[in-house]
């Protein structure tokens, strides 16, 4: 992100400049904040109850960077209302968007606000480092005596979820007319924070080769699992029923058949934004070769654009190769429900927090897509407060300007397993994202949508002596659950169940993420014999949310073009255009085979049942529920969510012919 300016500015020479400045090995001074300060909300660390004080006295050499977030003109509550009015249906401020020009008139902090806190923090010995383009931060920098100071702190050392930070102890106070202008401060707590890919991708760079093991289905349920791969050695039934093999992988043909029918709709005007850390370079072949190997036309010139970031950083830190398989997927998902939409990828510098919050911020600036698609999250406890305050700014600007944000739900069920708390994820817990969560789909032949369960799986493994299947517990499924960090909007009133946990619940709506009824993707990987392009199944909620951006791409295409904003308001006004995931799965699960090399069946074959609707603590019931929201969105979501233009462009029903988790 570009800054506006850069100044630098000579910290003042105070005792607490000087203490900290010469990287005296004690702990620097602390400050009680003065008469007629305030306290910023958002700036004390939550993780604190849960931290020990490591007692060292040895502070950073050189200065700690920071950022000091300005509260949007007028306030963020009157952001937030505004966006109110024009995301509900009932509002006469309904999709009356703002352009990027027009919030930057209303809601970009003034110059006078800028220059009014920028001399506060020289005085008080830091270094001005710049401000962001549109006013959204100030970057500062100062030793550990000098942030105390300026923000009314006492900074000292932590241990907490495996990290060893610098932090306070207290909620930032500043004085009482520099306050009033400041949202959040980010800097202060040096916890890291990164968000992971919401898909089981091959670990490799460029990626290491997965080939779906043998048999599986093309259709779901045609073979059934009788016989191990030799057709000669039986296979025992599961609970009494021989179940049927997985699916080898939908395409776009079979998706948009189950879900889309026999529209004509096909996304064409409308940009489908998507965000992920790192570039794959070989992302335009790989998804060209993907397209026409299943039945639809390669991209058209412009159809597929990329915005990239000035560099790349920490990339082994980050698992800069398993994003490659993250962003193929989501564009090759996207592709395969709206074909004729535009895709345009925005990379991240990293998978930190920062990086990812400054990639949402070009998506907007830029405004050029009408909604967003993201796979990636975490467990809502290892986020922090200042960066979610700083996050929710760039949320309700893109919903001011009528841009839709879809965030993947999670992989982990309730969290429970994997972080020892039952807990929703961030930022699909979000109240201004819509969090898409997942099932298992059986989509049949001719691309009849047989049935969906909801996504929750345990594994079981044929014994050695394959006469059974040993259970091997909880492996994976939708995310879900009740958030901790916000209160329950009044969209979600009268249908989310009064008796359920308070909280934000999660998730809204779901589609396809059982990586066991999962997507065939196309991706170049190393292979034993070389580098070059080959297809798997692939699957996470990492695919439903792209999945449900391009089947709202052509909801939006049908309603003219214009964006919809934040949808969940009307979504849930709207339950009635989503089938409800039934409580009961249709079947048991299926049975999946795998090579144990990764490639063929020279190594071995390892054979595993992997059930259906079975999620953590989490439950299908009829209407909302934890695990598949409001439900999948039927063939009327696309003619009956956005209103339709009285020009052309409406669905006529006539026929549209186009032939990650492991």
Known sequence: MKLRHTRRVAALATAAAVFAGIGIAAAPLSFAAPTGSVSIDNTLPRWLPRAQKVEVTTFAAAP???RVYLDPNGGIRALQAKVDALSDPRSAQYQQWLT?????????PTQATVDSVSKYLTSQGLTVDGVEANHRYIAASGY????NQTFGVTLGNYTHDGQTVTAPSSAVTLPADIGAAVLTVT????????FTHRNDTPDVTPPASFVNGRPCNINYGNLLATYQADYQTPLPTFQGQYLPYSPCGYTGPQFRSAYEGTTKLNGTGVTVAITDAYRWQKIASDASTYAENHGDSAYGAGQLTESLPGSFTDQEACDASGWTGEETLDVEAVHAMAPAANIRYYASASCHDVDVLDTLSRVIDENKAQLVSNSWGQAEGLETSDLIAASEQVLLQGAVQGISFLWASGDSGDELASSGIKQADYP?????ATGVGGTSTAIGNNGTLNFQAGWGTQKYLLSADGKSWEPQGFLYGAGGGFSALFNRPSYQKGVVPASAPPGRAVPDVAMDADPNTGMLIGQTQTFPDGVHYGEFRIGGTSLASPLFAGM?????????GKG????????????ALFTDVEKTPQQLGDVRVDYTNRNDPSGGIVYSVRTFGQNSSLAVTAGWDAVTGIGVPSTSYLTGFAPAPSSSGTDNGTAMHGAPVH
Not at 428 to 432: L, N, R, W
Not at 564 to 575: A, D, H, R, T, V
Request: cysteine-free; hydrophobic content about 35%.
């Open 64 to 66: 700690q960077t920071v």
């Open 100 to 108: 990027v020009d027009q919030y930057n008139a209303a809601y970009e």
């Open 187 to 194: 800097g202060l707590d040096t916890t890291v924070t990164k």
């Open 564 to 575: 919809l904003g934040l949808l969940n308001p009307k979504l849930y006004q709207s339950k």
């Open 428 to 432: 699909a817990s979000d109240p201004y």
């Open 144 to 147: 550990a005596g000098q942030l």
């Open 552 to 560: 709202t791409a052509l909801a939006i295409q049908n309603g003219g």
